[in-house]
């Protein structure tokens, strides 16, 4: 097997890290954590086996903060960038569209748009909380 490896970045370059393989999913999420933390109305995310990602350099730089126990925020020290979330109860990290560049991002699914302040009508699935495997409703919204 041959599975492709990705390279991203924190904004300023000093984080360096790669990604291989398959993502397990990949979407945008609407919820207050995601807003309030990345100041934007949506996060795009693409989450990923922890092992997968590999810091190739910078990683004295990342800071973390967890406001709950199921999000672990990182992001580099010197430039502020948001590089990834780790989800410890899901076995899963999100990292972030924005911070793989060459990734084909291919989004699937719309989570936590009960608490969207950003409508996006682009036909894909749009479910009120989370999927019943992470521990949510699974239902789903209109757009
Ligand atoms: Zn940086
Ligand atoms: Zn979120």
């Not at 990342?62 to 979330?85: A, D």
Request: glycine content about 10%; charged content about 20%.
């Amino acid at each position: 097997m041959n599975n492709p490896t990705y390279k991203g970045s924190c904004f300023c370059g000093s984080v360096q890290f790669t990604v291989t393989g398959e993502p397990a999913a990949m979407g945008y999420c609407h919820c207050e954590s995601c807003r309030h933390w990345s100041a934007g109305p949506v996060n795009a995310f693409t989450l990923w086996k922890p092992d997968s990602i590999k810091i190739t350099q910078g990683a004295e730089e990342i800071g973390m903060y967890n406001k709950t126990p199921r999000s672990f925020r990182k992001w580099c020290k010197k430039c502020g960038g948001h590089i990834m979330t780790e989800h410890p109860l899901w076995g899963l990290t999100d990292l972030y569209a924005a911070a793989i560049p060459d990734f084909p991002y291919r989004p699937g699914v719309h989570v936590n748009y009960q608490e969207a302040t950003l409508s996006i009508k682009d036909g894909l699935p749009k479910l009120r909380d989370l999927p019943k495997e992470m521990g949510g409703s699974g239902a789903s919204l209109m757009e």
